[in-house]
């Protein structure tokens, strides 16, 4: 059977809000109540990616993976042709197991059995979009690799911090996802909340970021 690997929330009622030229011109809801936000959480990723680069960390995202995460993650012939362009577009096909998880354990074709799934002929990075929160998952944990730091530290000092986002948000992994990195254990965290954990947030927070963004 399936278990949660990490934190979840109950759902409060919807909140919202439409901001122009910087003003907030609508808003619904409680724009302070921390919320599970799922797949959003890959645009927070995302950010930590650009800011490795920005940052020389990874010196362009058509590098291959395996250059930076030596650990096995990306052996292999298949694996061993991800990039970082391939993780960040959902088109890596990533094979293996992440913290106990099948990649394709996750959206798997639902006519399909357990060796259908396992065996299944893959595609060649770069060449076939999958949205899969384990491949995410994947992208978190080369990304923790090249910071060597917690990626909500990072997230918090670099960006949530300068835009004036509150205390209040949070950005979790998984229960098992602890990694010695350095001597420290840091928490990998999740890219979605299909097995729990990823972004906590409020509304104003999130829109802080959509602001940044947008400018």
């Known amino acids: ?86 993780l960040l577009h959902q088109t890596s096909d990533w094979s293996g197991t992440l913290f106990g998880l099948y990649d394709w354990a996750d959206r798997p074709d639902r006519e399909g059995t357990f060796d259908e799934w396992r065996y299944r002929e893959l595609h060649e990075p770069g060449t076939h979009f999958k949205y899969n929160d384990v491949r995410v998952n994947v992208l978190a944990y080369s990304l923790l690799q090249v910071w060597r730091r917690p990626l909500p530290q990072v997230l918090k000092e670099r ?12 950005w979790y992994g998984y229960d098992n996802t602890w990694v010695n990195m350095d001597g420290v254990e840091m928490q990998s965290v999740s890219g979605g909340g299909h097995h729990g954990g990823g972004i906590f947030i409020n509304t104003l927070d999130h829109a802080r970021l959509g602001l940044l963004f947008a400018r």
């Open 159 to 170: 960006i949530m911090d300068p835009i004036g986002a509150s205390t209040t948000w949070r």
């Open 1 to 86: 059977g399936h278990a949660l690997q990490g934190p979840t929330k109950e759902r409060g009622g919807p909140a919202g809000m439409i901001l122009k030229d910087g003003y907030i011109v609508a808003q619904w809801g409680d724009l302070e109540r921390v919320d599970m936000t799922f797949s959003v959480t890959k645009s927070y990723l995302s950010t930590m990616a650009g800011l490795a680069l920005e940052d020389g960390l990874i010196h362009a995202v058509q590098d291959p993976v395996k250059d930076y995460v030596w650990d096995g993650t990306f052996e292999g012939e298949h694996n061993g042709k991800i990039t970082w362009e391939h």
